[in-house]
């Protein structure tokens, strides 16, 4: 279970949040009552992104393929408002 815990807070004990991440904990920080960021263990932290990557291309295998025909570099930075 991750600990809330504000930039103000988490700024004046890192050297704490940084021993109780060693041992598994997270913190999530926020500023202004909204969270910022995450502090994780290194090993965690992998694992989150390796699920988020295979969430995503799961997402994108289930969408439609979009036939936009051709265009070149110049059609495609054209002004239209011109």
């Known amino acids: ?3 809330v815990v504000s930039a103000a807070n ?21 500023s202004h009552g909204r ?3 995450r502090i994780v263990p290194a090993d965690k932290r992998e694992s989150v992104v390796s699920g988020a990557r295979a ?4 997402r994108l295998e ?12 110049d059609a495609l930075y054209e002004d239209d408002e011109g």
Do not use: C, D
């Open 1 to 3: 279970m991750e600990e």
């Open 55 to 58: 969430a995503l291309l799961a």
């Open 35 to 37: 969270p910022v960021a």
């Open 10 to 30: 988490a700024n004046r004990k890192f050297s704490l949040i940084l021993r109780n991440v060693r041992e598994g904990h997270s913190y999530v920080v926020t």
């Open 62 to 73: 289930h969408q439609p393929v979009v036939h936009a025909g051709r265009w070149t570099r």
